[in-house]
T-cell receptor
Framework: DQQVKQNSPSLSVQEGRISILNCDYT??????FLWYKKYPAEGPTFLIS?????DKNEDGRFTVFLNKSAKHLSLHIVPSQPGDSAVYFC?????????????FGQGTRLTINP | AAGVIQSPRHLIKEKRETATLKCYPI?????VYWYQQGPGQDPQFLIS???????DKGSIPDRFSAQQFSDYHSELNMSSLELGDSALYFC???????????????FGPGTRLTVL
C-alpha cells in the first residue's frame, strides 16, 4: 500500500527551464511534507518542506505547492541547472510535533540536459 | 557543519551471520531514525529513538534490534542475515526546535550491506 506516490519515474528538462516534480498521497492524516534530493551512493539531502497549514513555500530556486483537497504536492525548480540532476523523493509525515517517521514516494529521476 | 555519520560505509556478510551498523547523529540532535532502502525502492522506516527510548517501530524484522546510547549514537544489530537483507541502511537525525516542533530529518550517507 503506497501511501505516497510519485507516478513519474523519470523526467528530462532543458537547462534553464522549469522542472516540475509531482507527488500524490492517500493518507489525509499526513500534515507535513518534505522533498529530498539523492545522488548515487549518498544519503537523501533535505531540500524544502511544507506544513498543511500552508499552500506554498519558497526557498531560492525551489518552491513547493500543496493542494490538500487534491492530496497533491509539487516541487518547482527554476531555473533548472545541471547540478539538479538527481533522484528526488517526496516524503510525508503525520505532523512535526514529535519524532515522526517519514513515508517516502518511489522517487523521480530528474535529468537536466545542457 | 557536522553531518550524520554512519559506519561502516560498506559491509559484506554471509547468510546467517550477524552485522552491527552504527550511527552518530548531528550534535545536539536527540532523535535517531533507521531506514532501509532496497534496490530500486524507496526508503522504508524501520525504527526510531527519542532520548534513548524507542519512539516508533516500522517494518523491522524480529531478527533486527536497535538501541540509542547515552551519547545519542545508535546501533542497528542484525542477526541471522538473509539474502533479502541486502540493502542500503540510512540513519537520520532530528531535533526539536525552539517552538517544540521537529522539522527535517537529516540523513547520513548510508551503509551498503551485501549478504552473500
Amino acid at each position: 500500500d503506497q501511501q505516497v506516490k510519485q507516478n513519474s519515474p523519470s523526467l528530462s528538462v532543458q537547462e534553464g527551464r522549469i522542472s516540475i516534480l509531482n507527488c500524490d498521497y492517500t493518507n489525509s492524516m499526513f500534515d507535513y511534507f518534505l522533498w529530498y534530493k539523492k545522488y548515487p551512493a549518498e544519503g537523501p539531502t533535505f531540500l524544502i518542506s511544507i506544513s498543511s497549514i500552508k499552500d506554498k513555500n519558497e526557498d531560492g530556486r525551489f518552491t513547493v505547492f500543496l493542494n490538500k483537497s487534491a492530496k497533491h504536492l509539487s516541487l518547482h525548480i527554476v531555473p533548472s541547472q545541471p547540478g539538479d540532476s538527481a533522484v528526488y523523493f517526496c516524503a510525508a509525515s503525520l505532523g512535526f510535533q514529535g519524532a515522526q517517521k517519514l513515508v517516502f514516494g518511489q522517487g523521480t529521476r530528474l535529468t537536466i540536459n545542457p | 557543519a557536522a553531518g550524520v555519520i554512519q559506519s561502516p560505509r560498506h559491509l559484506i556478510k554471509e547468510k546467517r551471520e550477524t552485522a552491527t551498523l552504527k550511527c552518530y547523529p548531528i550534535p545536539r540532535h536527540d532523535t535517531v531514525y533507521w531506514y532501509q532502502q532496497g534496490p530500486g525502492q524507496d526508503p522504508q522506516f524501520l525504527i526510531s529513538f527519542y532520548e534513548k527510548m524507542q519512539s516508533d517501530k516500522g517494518s523491522i524484522p524480529d531478527r533486527f534490534s536497535a538501541q540509542q546510547f547515552s551519547d545519542y549514537h545508535s546501533e542497528l544489530n542484525m542477526s541471522s542475515l538473509e539474502l533479502g537483507d541486502s540493502a542500503l541502511y540510512f540513519c537520520a537525525s532530528s531535533s526539536k526546535t525552539r517552538g517544540g516542533a521537529y522539522n527535517e530529518q537529516f540523513f547520513g550517507p548510508g551503509t551498503r550491506l551485501t549478504v552473500l
